[in-house]
C-alpha cells in the first residue's frame, strides 16, 4: 500500500484514504505487526530468544521433567562448538566468540532450573528479563551488526532504485559489510552490461543516498553478467599513508606502492617493464616517484640512473643512490646515449648466451633510467627522444627500463614517439579532463571506470598494469622530506654502478660530467677492492654536495644553503668540503661561500 502511494506521489497524484465499513482493519493491523517484527528482526532477536527460553523450559519441564540434567551438557558441547568454531559461523572476532559463549552458558544454566523448578518460578522470570536485557546491551550497540543490518534494509530497496536507474531486472546477490563501508555482488538484467552501470555511477550513488563519490561499480572478471557494487563510507584514504619502508631487496619482487581502498596492498613487478606515472602538477607524481625510487634503492641487482631538468629538484634528495644523474639536456642526451650502449651490450651477451631474457643480478644489475617531467626533457633536448624510443622498444628483455613522469602524456609532449605505447605499467593520478585519464592509462579506460579526474586528493591514483585490470582507487604511500633523507642515506651504501661500454674514441667523455661520472671512474691503480669499494662509497656521499655547488649562484652558495640543500650535518658538510677543496673540485669563494672547481683547476 505505501509503495501505492508513493508511486502516486510520484505521478503528482496525492493519495486519499477512502474508510468504508468493508476495510479490514484486523488484517491491515496484522500485515503491518508482521511487516515490524520481520523488518526489526534484528534488533529484536535478544527478545525472541528470551520467548524462546521461556516456551523451551516450558516444554521440557511438562513434558520430560528429566531433562534439566541433559541441559547443562548439551550447553556445554554449545560452548565449546561457538568456542572453537565460531570464526566459521561468522564470529570473525575472539571478543565475538565470547559473547555467543556467554549466551550459551547463560541460556543452559537458566535452561537447567526452569526446567527442573518450572519457568514460572520466581525468581526464575525476573532473572530471565534482568539478564536478558543486560546481554542484549552488546548485541544492539555491536557496530557490525549494525551496519550490516543498515546495509540489508538500503539493498532491499534495490528493486526500486533499479527502476530507477533504468536497470530493472539486476538484483542483488550478497552483501558483504567490511570496516570501510560494503561491496555487494549484483546480477544484472539479460542485456545489460557494466559499462551502462559505471556510466550510471552518480544516479547510484544518489539513488542509495550516499555521499558523492562513494560508488565504485567493479566487473567480475568470471561473468559478463554481474558486477559488484562498492559504496566507501569510511575512506581508507582519508589520511596520507606513511610509507612503511621498502618491501623489497630485489627488482624480481613486488614493490608496494600504497593501498587500495579496501586496505589491500597495491603490489606490482617492475622486472623487464616500463612505468609511466601522469597527472596534474600537485596531484602527488613525485610522491608516486618516490615511494618507486625508494624500494629501487634497496634492490641490490638495480643500478639507477635519473634526468630530472628541474635542475635535479626531485631526484637531488636520491643523489646518493643514483649512479649518475643528468640535470640539463647535453647530459641527458649522453646519458640516454650511454644507457643505449649499455642495452646493446646486454643484448649482445644475452644473444652470445643464446638466452631470450636477462636476469637481473647483483653481477649484471638491471639498469633503470628515472625520468622526471619527460615532457620537458622531449622539448629541451629532442635528440634525447631517439634514446628513450630506443630504451622503449628493446629494452625489456635485457633489463633497460624506463620510468616516466609527466604532467600530460600527450603525444608532442611525447616527443612525438612511441614511447607512451610502450609503457607496460600506467599510474594515473588526477587529471584535469576525462580525456587526459585516456592519456595516461590508454584509450577508453575512462569509460570504462578509470575516473581519474574525479580523485580527489593527492597521492590518489589508478593503475593500470599486468594484474591490475579493474579501475581501482588507489594512495601511494607518502614519504616525506626527513624519509627520502633518510632512506637516501641508508641505501647510499648498497648502491651499484653501471660502466657503458667503451665507445670509439672520437666521441669518448664528455665535458663537465661530474669527475666521477662512468667514463671516468676507471682506476687503474693497483688498490684492493676494499679500498675501492671504501672510495666509492666515500665520493657517492659527496655527489649531493658536488650537485648543490654546481647549481650555485656565480658567487657561490652559502654554508647554511648547503646544509639545508644536502641535509648533511656540519661536519660532514666541512669536511667532504675539504676534501672535495683537496681533489681541486670545488673552491672557496668568499667567507663561507663555495663553488665547483673552475675548469683546469682540477688536480686530480
Ligand atoms: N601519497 C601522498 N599522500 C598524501 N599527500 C601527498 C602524497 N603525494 C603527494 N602529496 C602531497 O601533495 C603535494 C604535491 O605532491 P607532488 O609534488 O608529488 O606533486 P606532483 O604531481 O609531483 O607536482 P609537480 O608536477 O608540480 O611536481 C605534496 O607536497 C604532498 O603534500
Redesign the pocket.
Known sequence: MRRTARRMRRAGVNPVMYVDDDIDFGGIAFSAIVHFLWRYRSELAPIWVMVSCEALALALHLQYPDSWTRVPVVSAVLTLAILLGGRWLGLRLALERAYGALISVSVGVWLTFAAKLGPGKPPLPAFLLIAGLVLAIPWWVHRRRRARVRVERTLAAWPEISSAIEMVGSRVQSAIVDPWGYRARIKLARGHTVEQAIAKTAEIESALGTRRGAVRILPVAEKANRMDLRVIENDPHAN??VWPGPSITSIKDQIEL?LFEDGSPILVSLLRRHALVG??????????LNAIIGNLSACEDVVLWGIDLKRGM?LMPWASCFDRIATDAREAELLLNDAVRILDHKAELLAKRGERLAVPSREEPALIVVID?FAELAEESPNSVAGTDSIARRGRAPGTQLVL?T?RPSQSAMGGSSVRSQMDIRLC?RVREKRDADLTLGAGMHKAGWHADRLD???KFFISAPGHDYPRRG????LSDEIVQQTASAHSAGMRTIQPPPQPAATANPDGELSDGPSKDVDRSPVSSGEKQARGAHRRSQRPLELCLRDAPADGASISDLLRMTGMGRTTLHNHLKALERAGRARRVGRGRWAPARQGDDCG
Open positions: 596520507s599513508l600504497g597527472g596534474i602538477a600537485g596531484s602527488g607524481k613525485s610522491g608516486g626531485e617531467e613522469a604532467q593520478f586528493a593527492p597521492g594512495r601511494a604511500y607518502l
